[in-house]
């Protein structure tokens, strides 16, 4: 008689037990991963994060190629105000409530900062801030001037006193262009005149260019200035197209008056004056106005790694150099 061997069929799993198989891989796979993930983006957002040098605007400073960590809690590190996608820069959310934590300090004249660009605040900037709320700034042929002394001096020897050097002498700005070449006309003239006439430029902003010189002592008249600055302040605060007929006379006076007396430009209260170090190959502060300290994301600390795409080697000597 055939003996058959009883099939053994598959059992269901308990519940309970699936429940423990999906307990072990959350506690040993799933929550190391995602514990990590939130680690490093507090980091991130509050401690230290990666950036990379893509334009020579900060040459001989930063290269094309460099790497640096960038410290975000100096000047008080921040809730997020948007939500982006890190890889692409695509922003998801906007206006989300903002909490800020307390400075250790605020920005100082010669720190290299990194911002959201004022014009596409998607994109990263990194400049360094020649100037603070209340200074003068002026670029003559080139040069510039703070609080009316030379400031590329500064760049290369800190501290040094440089009064004494002959004119030949002195540090020209880091680049490779002939200053009496330039072609961009803000490259060699800058003051109160020419800023107001950059792209970002809003009424409000005008309005607080203004009082801001007329309060730092830039040379204007009051009895000329005051009489548009009031009307523009009963206009600006609603900032609407519908008052710029109304506003174009008082802007338009106050801006041939600033050329006249050719008044430098005083950095307002709230702002700062960014500038790269190649002066001659930059896009800062003289095409798009001042920086909102709000968009400040933290200051250059030092150099992880850099890449020379030209020559396709590593710069070993940069790695590790603090960023002044």
């Known amino acids: 008689m055939a003996k058959f061997a009883a099939r053994k069929t598959a059992q269901p799993q308990p519940a309970t037990a699936r429940l423990g198989t999906w307990r072990r891989l959350w506690a040993d796979h799933i929550k190391p991963i995602l514990t990590a993930v939130m680690v490093a ?47 692409v820069n695509w922003t998801l959310l906007s206006g989300l409530p903002v909490f800020k934590f307390p400075a250790i300090r605020q920005p100082q004249q010669g720190d290299i900062i990194v911002f959201e660009y004022p014009l596409d605040r998607d994109q990263d900037y990194i400049k360094r801030c020649v100037a603070v ?21 500064d760049l290369d020897s800190p501290g040094l006193d440089t009064s004494m050097r002959p004119d030949d002498a002195r540090v020209k700005p880091h680049t490779n262009h002939d200053p009496a070449r330039a072609t961009q006309v803000l490259n060699q003239e800058f003051g109160l005149a020419e800023s107001l006439a950059v792209r970002s430029m809003t009424p409000r902003l005008f309005l607080e260019l203004f009082e801001a010189a007329l309060a730092g002592g830039a040379g204007l008249d009051a009895a000329v200035v005051s009489p548009h600055l009031e009307a523009l302040r009963s206009h600006v605060i609603e900032e609407q197209i519908l008052t710029m007929p109304r506003l174009l006379p008082h802007l338009q006076a106050l801006r041939d008056h600033a050329k006249e007396i050719r008044a430098p430009y005083v950095v307002p209260e709230g702002f700062l004056f960014m500038m790269g170090d190649n002066r001659f190959n930059s896009a800062d502060s003289r095409y798009w106005g001042p920086l909102d300290v709000d968009l400040i994301k933290g200051k250059a600390i030092f150099l992880y790694w850099s890449w020379d795409k030209e020559r396709t080697l590593p710069r070993f000597s940069r790695l590790g150099d603090l960023i002044r």
């Not at 709320?133 to 001096?153: H, M, P, Q, S």
């Open 133 to 153: 709320a209340g200074d003068r700034v002026e670029v003559r042929n080139g040069l510039l001037f703070v609080n009316g002394k030379e400031y590329e001096d």
């Open 41 to 87: 983006l507090l980091i991130r957002q509050f401690v230290i994060q990666a950036f990379r040098i893509p334009t020579g605007s900060m040459e001989k400073t930063l290269l094309v190629g460099d790497f640096l960590f960038v410290n975000k809690f100096l000047y008080g590190a921040e809730t997020p105000e948007r939500l982006r996608v890190p890889l």
